[in-house]
């Protein structure tokens, strides 16, 4: 699946780009378009774009806690 995402990413976008790839979706790709950009490539799910927060937590715990992971290492890393 391809995912759209902003350009110039920070720490936590990267970090749930890593966990994507080799935790829950390893043939994932992404896209990186400009910031504030309306609309997105065809084809593609966005990932972590404003807006699309959950219950406003940041992106690599909401991926911890949405797909279920139990390795205690990512749950320390997410400070959970």
């Not at 990413?9 to 992404?30: H, P, S």
């Not at 927060?53 to 806690?65: D, E, N, P, Q």
Request: with cysteine; proline share 4%.
């Amino acid at each position: 699946m391809r995912k759209a995402t902003w350009q110039n990413t920070g720490v936590d976008w990267m970090a749930c780009l890593w966990l994507i790839n080799r935790r829950i979706e390893k043939e994932a790709e992404f896209t990186f378009i400009q910031a504030c950009t309306q609309s997105l490539p065809e084809n593609t799910d966005h990932f972590d774009i404003p807006g699309t927060h959950h219950r406003g937590h940041y992106s690599y715990l909401t991926c911890i806690k949405e797909f279920r992971l139990k390795d205690p290492i990512l749950k320390q890393t997410a400070f959970l």
